[in-house]
């Protein structure tokens, strides 16, 4: 019997894989008309990047990935999904890939509200148990799961059905999740004043006023928590500081703006919240693992390429 699903799933995974592959023929990346949906494509392994991750359900279904979260790693392939509750500063690479099997892969974005909202719903069972509340963890795949992304793109073939049924699927995904081995994760930051859901709001601030003074006593108060308090869940929560927290949006950012609007190093740096150039350039270089004329030489050496 164990034999019969194990195929089943084989069967479900080829399929998933297939369409995914036909999509992404034109390139690395396809964002799709389905909001929140994107599909993924690499035939090689990549450097490690930097990145931030949104709440989102992201899966392989070929090839496989690591993302470094602080000093934890996850790695996720075709039997494992990553699921994130919260907004994650990460370093991310695939480490699985070739020309002849690629890795293929998926990401859809989680609605908060439409997780609170199946919480409402009586009739919703418990979720297994959970050990953690890391904002960040990997699940196993199930055939539901994979049956029901493979419907959700299906839809791209005649988009004039996404807006009715696209919504449909995506919230019967949720409610996956939300039964599935990592639920407990999702409801607790959908809760209404749980601990999880008050450090969620001060992430949110956090991603929205990184280029101000970073003041751990008012975040705290915010969260309606003292400052030991608040210290303690956040790290638990991020597997960083408030203040590393700060730092990495600000490095990410800054190497967005030279990359992709050519400023020079001091005026990103300047434009983040740093008043020292030559902080930020020390910064940057133990983040990324060169100062920032070398690697934004490379990334755009590496993007003609």
């Known amino acids: 019997m164990e034999e019969i699903g194990d195929n089943v799933m084989e069967l479900a995974l080829m399929s998933l894989r297939n369409t995914i592959a036909r999509w992404t023929e034109e390139g690395e990346q396809y964002a799709t008309a389905v909001p929140g949906l994107g599909l993924f494509r690499r035939i090689e392994p990549t450097e490690p990047m930097s990145g931030m991750y949104e709440p989102s359900i992201c899966m392989v279904v070929q090839g496989a990935k690591r993302v470094v979260l602080g000093e934890e790693t996850y ?14 500063p990460t370093v991310v690479q695939v480490i699985e890939a070739s020309h002849e099997k690629p890795y293929l892969g998926l990401r859809l974005l989680i609605d908060q509200k439409e997780v609170a909202h199946l919480m409402a719903d009586s009739n919703l ?30 839809l791209l073939g005649d988009e004039q059905d996404i807006p009715i049924l696209a919504p449909i699927i995506q919230k019967e995904i949720i409610y996956r999740l939300l039964v599935g081995d990592q ?10 004043g749980s601990q999880s859901q008050q450090i969620a709001r001060a992430i949110e601030w956090l991603k929205n006023n990184y280029r101000e003074q970073l003041h751990i006593d008012d975040l705290a108060e915010q969260a309606r928590m003292s400052t030991s308090t608040f210290h303690h869940h956040f790290r638990t929560m991020t597997a960083l500081s408030p203040l590393q927290y700060q730092k990495q949006l600000r ?27 030559s902080q930020f350039s020390r910064e940057y270089n133990r983040m990324f693992g060169a100062p920032p004329l070398r690697d934004i030489t490379k990334l755009r050496v590496a993007l003609v390429d």
């Open 75 to 88: 790695v996720y392939d075709a039997r494992h999904y990553l699921i994130t509750s919260v907004h994650l």
């Open 125 to 154: 069972p418990q979720p297994r148990i959970q050990q953690t509340s890391r904002g960040m963890a990997t699940g196993e795949v199930t055939l539901p799961l994979l049956t029901a992304f493979q419907r959700l793109i299906d």
């Open 183 to 192: 639920g407990a994760r999702l409801r607790q930051i959908a809760s209404a």
């Open 251 to 277: 490095l990410q950012e800054a190497r967005r703006l030279m990359l992709a609007e050519r400023l020079d190093a001091a005026t990103a740096a300047f434009e983040v919240g740093y008043e020292s150039p």
